[in-house]
Every structure is written in C-alpha cells, then in structure tokens.
T-cell receptor
Framework: DTEVTQTPKHLVMGMTNKKSLKCEQH?????MYWYKQKAKKPPELMFV???????INESVPSRFSPECPNSSLLNLHLHALQPEDSALYLC?????????????FGDGTRLSIL | DQQVKQNSPSLSVQEGRISILNCDYT??????FLWYKKYPAEGPTFLIS?????DKNEDGRFTVFLNKSAKHLSLHIVPSQPGDSAVYFC?????????????FGTGTSLTVIP
C-alpha cells in the first residue's frame, strides 16, 4: 500500500472546467512534489514544495496552480486545460527537500481532457 | 535533452537467473542515484539508492553498481522472481539549494519468465 494517497484516481474534464487533484501523506515529510508523466515517457517534475512553500516551478503554464494548505496536503488546481495536458499526474514526498533523500510516490491521477 | 538514459526498453530473464538493468547519465553534477519499480496502475516504488561516494550498494536480492568514470549505473537482481516483472526507472539528482530534483530515465520493462 502506498503511503502517499492521491485522489481521484481518474478524472475526465472539459477544457473549460475547473477541477483539483489532491495528494496526502502522513509520514511527516516536509517536501512534496508534482510530476507529469506521458505514455512511454519518464516522469517530469512540475513543482516542488519545501516546508509548505513553493521552491521550484519548472516553467509550468499558469493553468496549473499548486497549493500546499499544510504539511500533509498538496493540491493541484486545474483550469482551462488543453488536450495535450492529458497525462498521469504523480505526487511524491520526501523527508526533507535536501539531497540524498528518496521520493515516495502515490499511484497517480489519470487525467483526460476532452 | 535526456540526461538519464535507459537504452533497453525491455528485458526478459528466466526465473532464478540474474537480471541486469542498465542506466547511463550525462550530467557530472549528479551525486545521488536511485532505482524505482513500477507496476501498471501504480506509482513508482523506491527500491534502492546509491550516493556518488560509493560504487556499490546491496539490499537483499538487489545490488546497484555505480561507475562514475563511465557515468553508468546498473541494477542487479539475483535471483530473479516472477514478481519482479515490472518497469524499472533509474533516477539521478543533483544538489539544488531550492529543492531535491530528480531526473528519470525512460524505463526498462523487465519480464521474468517462470
């Protein structure tokens, strides 16, 4: 069983919809991450939160808006997405945002944009 | 530009034999390397890691070897079991003041034949 929980598992939305992806961990980790993974490709980093503050934004379009309400929760708010945004969105956490720490992944949200 | 490469998309091995998965990287600043295992419909699961000050790390049936001069790492699984059938990703990270960023390879699909 994964210790990083992502909801929903699947999401289908239109290009004008607003939806949110949620991620939760109760391991006391202080770094949380959002990745995007397209089919047959490796996960690509989108955002890093360190101690609830956004520390890395990998030039992600503003239609993706991350939020970290507390140390256990990470949200990704979606608005006006494009069909090419259809992908698997993975959340991960690590004990601290420092080197030599493994990241632990959730099972992902499979997002389809109509 | 892919900084971490797994040139073998797939590998088949007989149960009980050794599985060797390979990974090459280009960035000499990488100092921490990991292997993840991924089953369908699940997120990547952390397997084993190695820092650049070592050339070998062993955990049960899994051993990771690092050759810094060749910028090459490998994962050995001995003996291979059918439950090891999955996609294996290698990942590397370089120190960053603002977070812990991983770069992933494209994955190798391992099939262990009973």
């Amino acid at each position: 069983d994964t210790e990083v929980t992502q909801t929903p598992k699947h999401l289908v939305m239109g290009m004008t919809n607003k939806k949110s992806l949620k991620c939760e961990q109760h391991m006391g980790h202080r770094a949380m991450y959002w990745y995007k993974q397209k089919a047959k490709k490796p996960p690509e980093l989108m955002f890093v939160y360190s101690y609830e503050k956004l520390s890395i934004n990998e030039s992600v379009p503003s239609r993706f808006s991350p939020e970290c309400p507390n140390s256990s929760l990470l949200n990704l708010h979606l608005h006006a997405l494009q069909p090419e945004d259809s992908a698997l969105y993975l959340c991960a956490s690590s004990q601290a945002p420092i080197a030599h720490q493994p990241q632990h992944f959730g099972d992902g949200t499979r997002l389809s944009i109509l | 530009d892919q900084q971490v490469k797994q040139n073998s998309p797939s590998l088949s091995v007989q149960e009980g034999r050794i599985s060797i998965l390979n990974c090459d990287y280009t960035n000499s600043m990488f100092d921490y390397f990991l292997w993840y295992k991924k089953y369908p419909a699940e997120g990547p699961t952390f397997l084993i890691s190695i820092s650049s000050i070592k050339d070998k790390n062993e955990d049960g049936r899994f051993t990771v070897f690092l050759n810094k001069s060749a910028k090459h790492l490998s994962l050995h699984i001995v003996p291979s079991q059918p439950g090891d059938s999955a996609v294996y990703f290698c990942a590397a990270s370089a120190p960053r003041n603002t977070g812990n960023q991983f770069y992933f390879g494209t994955g190798t699909s391992l099939t262990v034949i009973p």
